[in-house]
């Protein structure tokens, strides 16, 4: 799981069932490595630093600008509307939440569902803002 899909499970019981749902896809010995931000780095108060929105440019489609607003923090969830505008001025808005688990909760919900974890570690491209579990299916 890339991208810190794990935090789009907003119940233990969603993030349960797909934990035992990837246990039971893998082979004897298989191995689960997702990242998951770090609720103590509050990632959420980086989000909408830039008012004016971070800019990009998009092969075959140009200039695209990605705005982010923090719309609620009660935590563990966080909610946030993401806006991207295009040359034109069309916008497409996202709006999500996430939540937050810390170490002990993920590592409990691995355990629950059958996983021995090998290691938990940095994101090599982002150290202290993410943890990174190395998980395997227990035989």
């Known amino acids: ?6 935090q789009v499970f907003l119940t233990d019981d969603d993030l349960d069932a ?13 191995h689960l490595v997702f990242e998951s931000r770090r ?3 509050r990632a959420w ?16 489609v140009g200039p695209v600008t ?6 609620a923090v009660d935590l563990p969830l966080v909610s946030f509307r993401q806006t991207y505008t295009f040359a034109d001025g069309t916008q497409l808005v ?17 355990a629950e569902a059958g996983f021995l974890i090998l290691d938990v570690t940095d994101a090599p491209d982002r150290p ?3 943890f990174v579990f190395i998980a395997q299916k227990r035989t």
């Open 1 to 6: 799981m890339t991208g810190n899909v794990a």
């Open 128 to 130: 202290g803002h993410e």
């Open 94 to 110: 996202s709006e999500s939440t996430l939540r937050f688990r810390s170490q002990a909760e993920i590592e409990h919900r691995l």
């Open 39 to 41: 609720p103590e780095r």
């Open 66 to 71: 990605l705005q982010r607003e923090v719309t």
């Open 18 to 30: 797909t934990l035992h749902g990837i246990h039971a896809a893998l082979r004897p010995g298989g």
């Open 45 to 60: 108060l980086e989000w909408a630093q830039d008012p004016a929105g971070t800019a990009a440019v998009i092969d075959g």
